[in-house]
């Protein structure tokens, strides 16, 4: 760290490698998911305005880490600066420390308020003894009912071995054919993903359309450096988060899709994979990290 990044506050280093990235705060809070009051904050030096001591340190980590500096080594140069707190623990996903109102409740002290948190275990707890007594019944009612019809089936005549023989190998015949069935149907669907096609619509770097697209298509996004995406699916957002470097994600599309919008609020390092075969979006090596993707399902 040189000796003008000593003298600058932990707030304005922080903004000015921001700057240099060329992001906004609102791109930061994107790609952060930190609310943008905090981030404000964190520029201006006003620690008290975030929600806790703790998450000072958890914020200002991942805000280094999004404009590529040590969020620990930016931590321990300003350690002097910063609030004191019980842990020096520092978590790697901000989504997981953010607070919410389920965690600001307090909990309840009066005999009442303890039932009422216990309830819906108890219901829980009431619902699994009915069903498995329910079990049990249906159980010991089969037992019997096989037991009567064993002893019936002695006082009836033999069934002819010419017909049983017959019987046998019809079924067995029509179980064959259902696997058979079953296996073309499966080498079908796997001979489908394997002749899948992605291309760019025309000489756009930003449209795709894959062609013999499969019932349900898994996608795999993988992070080199830490880096924010997320993958929506005919308009509703299927799953979004940050990865942490060389982190990765599973996606499953749903069934009939026939649009996918991938956001990457890292984009360079950011790499896809749709049924085993690599998505290369980036055919041109655009340098732009924040970017948006649209791929069409044929």
């Keep these: 760290m040189s000796e003008n990044e000593e003298k600058l506050t932990i707030g304005a280093q922080l903004k000015a490698a921001r700057t240099t990235k060329g992001l906004t705060i609102d791109d930061l809070q994107q790609i952060t998911k930190i609310q943008k009051r905090y981030l404000i904050a964190i520029e201006d030096d006003q620690f008290d305005q975030l929600p806790g001591d703790f998450y000072v340190r958890a914020f200002i980590r991942q805000y280094a880490d999004t404009v ?53 275990t108890i ?11 329910f079990i049990w019944f249906m159980a010991v009612k089969t037992h019997a009912g096989a037991g009567s019809a064993t002893s019936s089936s002695s006082s009836t005549t ?27 149907a499966s080498s079908a669907k796997k001979s489908k993903a394997n002749q899948q096609t992605i291309k760019a619509d025309g000489s756009s770097d930003t449209a795709y359309t894959m062609t013999n697209g499969i019932d ?40 009939g899709a026939k649009t996918v919008k991938f956001q990457f609020g890292n984009a360079t390092s950011t790499t896809v994979t749709i049924n085993g075969k ?4 980036n055919p041109n090596n655009s340098s732009s990290q924040v970017r948006t993707i649209t791929l069409t399902i044929k």
């Design 158 to 184: 033999e069934v002819s071995s010419s017909k049983a023989t017959s019987s046998s190998k019809i079924a067995s015949s029509k179980a064959a054919a259902s696997s058979s069935s079953a296996a073309k």
């Design 123 to 133: 219901i829980v707890t009431g619902i699994v003894v009915v069903i498995l007594l």
């Design 216 to 255: 349900k298509n898994k996608v795999t996004v993988k992070a080199a450096k830490a880096a924010w995406m997320s993958v929506t699916t005919d308009g509703t957002q299927t799953w979004q988060g940050t990865l942490t470097a060389n982190g990765t994600h599973d996606v499953t599309l749903p069934s």
């Design 68 to 120: 590529d500096l040590d969020g620990n080594e930016l931590l321990e140069a300003h350690r002097d600066e910063l609030p004191k707190t019980e842990s020096e623990a520092i978590v790697k996903n901000v989504d997981d420390v953010q607070p919410t109102r389920a965690s600001s409740r307090e909990q309840p002290t009066s005999p009442a308020g303890r039932v009422r948190n216990y309830l819906p």
């Design 278 to 281: 690599k998505f290369d979006f």
